[in-house]
């Protein structure tokens, strides 16, 4: 009995003989390994969808670092710096001279005895004539040329210098002779102003002045001690 017979009757193959179905797969399945071994061989390039690797950065070997030769500078030897010596010091300043010292002053207090006279009707330039010759003069001199100046202002001057003299000897205890003037000066004082009628229904101004008047007195010897300092 054959086998087309045996295919006919039972529709079997025979256990023996492989059948074409069979015989097709197994190519199939050669196939399929050999595919993807030849996919591992190709280049990457030939895969489709996948991105390129990134290239390998390459490492350079290190040199190995030659012995730094010492610079100039370090070879030689440092030396310490030079202090300086002592004549490149500077020289220390001479000291100035000493000053002699000054003569120990008077402890005694100096006496000055003043008279003011204010709102004397007069100018002060009129006064100032007449006691320009008063400074410096003893009280019994001034009296003489108070009494001997031909204008009216001397009066209010002869009366303001007994008065100071008065003080003196009433309040500080002093002596007329050792007396002198030490200052006679005047300053201006308020103006009194008023009106003088004149002629076709005028009015001039008319300025009444006033000055204030002051007599200093020292004593004689204090006069002479400070005049010899001046």
Known sequence: MNAEENKDTTGETPVGEPNAEQANATTEEAKASEKPAAKADAP???APGEKEPAPRKRVRAKKPAAAKEPKAADKEPKTPAKKPEAAEQPAAPEKAPARPKPQARST???RVVRAHARYVRTSARKARMVCGHLRGKSVQ???AILA???REVAGAWSKLLESAV???ESNHELLEDD?????AYADEGPTIKRFRPRAMGRATPIRKRTSHLTITLTTGSEQRATNRRS
């Open 44 to 46: 990457a390039e030939d």
């Open 108 to 110: 005694s207090r100096r």
């Open 141 to 143: 001199e001034a009296r």
């Open 148 to 150: 001997f100046t031909p």
């Open 166 to 168: 008065a003080n003196a």
């Open 179 to 183: 007396l002198i003037v030490r200052e």
